[in-house]
């Protein structure tokens, strides 16, 4: 009876609090969203998983959670915590993205470059809330709608705001379709939104082969911070480009991808446990998201607006193109592509859009770069 | 955590807010002006490039997505037979 009685107070009911509650019900949200909404399932179910599994609450002397050495759950967030899961997504995402779009309407990159604004300013208005500048540069770069990205720099500037960081980011790029359009229509006329643009040109694969060994020059040393992620992102893209590394170049986009995304998605889940995940910060982290997110997408499409002023007849681009600046490939250029279709089913604007959607993942990246360097050094 | 203005002000000068902003904007735009550039004088460059290693004639699309093209072809193919066959002067 007393061994029963002491088995009882170890038990995960009797140190459970309302807070692990309220965070078990948000992952099962995330989990119904990802099976009933089809909203970023390859994200939000293991995400929503291992926030089931990091608030079960453990016992004291039992090596169980991500923040217990030792433990199953942190050997598999190591890959979180020292960046090693963003590179290796990047590599896969590398593999899979076709840049041809971007070779052939080079002026659509500075949209991507544009649309980093949102990570800038979301770094301004962190400082102004009191939070330190390693954190402010954390949050801020939520607003490059880039989840690797997001955890890339959290774990190395904030990795106490981790958590939180990663599933604001990745809940508002799930949130693209939503976000996105009420801005695309209120800073956009109608006679912008019907802009036809010019086909773009036949691009030859030596340009392909070529590209990332030039864009990842120039990246890296502009901003040795970055060499990682844009490193990772063109080693991929050379290797699907080349033609000569077919099988791993397959590899890396689809089995090595989605290993990583399940571990990393059900690690960061796991890692936010009520205690460090439900608190004030966690909020305004929250609010701060929505904001970034908000000017990145204002800021694609301002400069647009702003190239269209240089810029006539056909080589004029549609301001909705600018919305894809954000790095969350590709259902930021779908979302271009609706919002048009909307306007006028005849304009196929969706592979315009992800010109400037791919060059937003390198501005995002070059901009974690900026950020660790000023901040870290 | 402080919400008033004039501390947030504060907060902004003392972790040099507005200058790392503008500095990195600045950053992000040289670099992707920079490749921006680059994409824009590589056809030039590999039109000389080609008249001493001319480009072969096979696109050297990869074996995945040679075969996705081959499907699409089939599918706008496969359209088009239904289209003609169902009206046989369609254009």
């Not at chain 2, 997505?65 to 088009?80: P, T």
């Amino acid at each position: 009876m007393d061994i029963f009685s002491s088995f009882l107070t170890t038990t995960a009911m009797s140190t459970m609090t309302w807070g692990n509650a309220m965070m078990i019900v948000i992952g099962i949200i995330f989990i119904m969203l990802a099976i009933v909404k089809d909203y970023e399932p390859l994200l939000l179910l293991p995400i929503g998983f291992g926030v089931v599994v990091g608030n079960i609450p453990f016992v004291q002397g039992m090596s169980l959670s991500v923040y217990d050495e030792g433990s199953v759950l942190s050997y598999i967030y190591l890959g979180v915590s020292h960046g090693v899961y963003p590179p290796l997504i990047f590599l896969g995402i590398g593999a899979m993205t076709d840049f041809s779009t971007m070779l052939s309407n080079p002026k659509l990159v500075l949209l991507g470059a544009a649309a980093q604004i949102g990570i800038f300013l979301t770094f301004i208005g962190a400082l102004f809330l009191g939070f330190k500048p390693s954190e402010a540069g954390a949050i801020g770069i939520i607003g490059g709608a880039d989840g690797p990205t997001a955890i890339f720099l959290s774990a190395i500037l904030a990795p106490h705001l981790l958590g939180a960081i990663a599933i604001a980011a990745y809940s508002y790029m799930a949130l693209v379709p939503v976000i996105q359009p009420p801005i695309m229509r209120i800073l956009t006329t109608k006679k912008e939104r019907l802009i036809k643009m010019k086909a773009p040109r036949e691009v030859s694969q030596r340009e392909k082969i070529i590209f990332p060994v030039v864009a990842f020059l120039i990246a890296a040393l502009i901003a040795p911070g970055s060499v990682v992620l844009i490193g990772m992102l063109f080693f991929g893209n050379l290797m699907k480009e080349s033609c000569v590394t077919e099988r791993l170049a397959n590899t890396a986009r689809h089995a090595f991808i989605d290993m990583v995304t399940i571990l990393l998605g059900f690690s960061v889940g796991a890692s936010t446990q009520a205690q460090t995940f439900l608190t004030p910060q966690s909020l305004l982290i929250f609010g701060l998201g929505a904001l970034s997110f908000s000017v990145a997408t204002a800021g694609g499409l301002l400069f647009a607006k702003f190239m269209n002023l240089f810029l006539k007849g056909e080589n004029k681009i549609n301001p909705l193109v600018g919305a894809a600046g954000v790095s969350a490939v590709p259902d930021s250029a779908r979302v271009v592509q609706m919002v048009g279709q909307q306007e006028d089913p005849h304009n196929f604007l969706l592979m315009h859009a992800m010109a400037p959607n791919v060059a937003g993942v390198i501005g995002s990246a070059i901009a974690a770069g900026v950020l660790w360097s000023v901040l870290v050094l | 955590m402080t919400l008033d203005i004039n501390s947030g002000i504060k907060n902004i000068v003392e972790g040099q807010g507005v200058d790392i902003a503008i500095t990195g904007m600045v950053i992000v735009f040289i670099a992707l002006g920079l490749i921006t550039l680059s994409i824009a004088f590589l056809p030039k460059i590999l039109k000389i490039i080609a008249k001493v290693f001319p480009e072969s004639a096979t696109t050297g699309v990869s074996g995945e997505f040679a075969a996705e093209e081959d499907n699409v072809l089939a599918a706008i193919g496969f359209a088009l037979h239904k289209r003609i066959t169902k009206d046989p002067y369609a254009k």
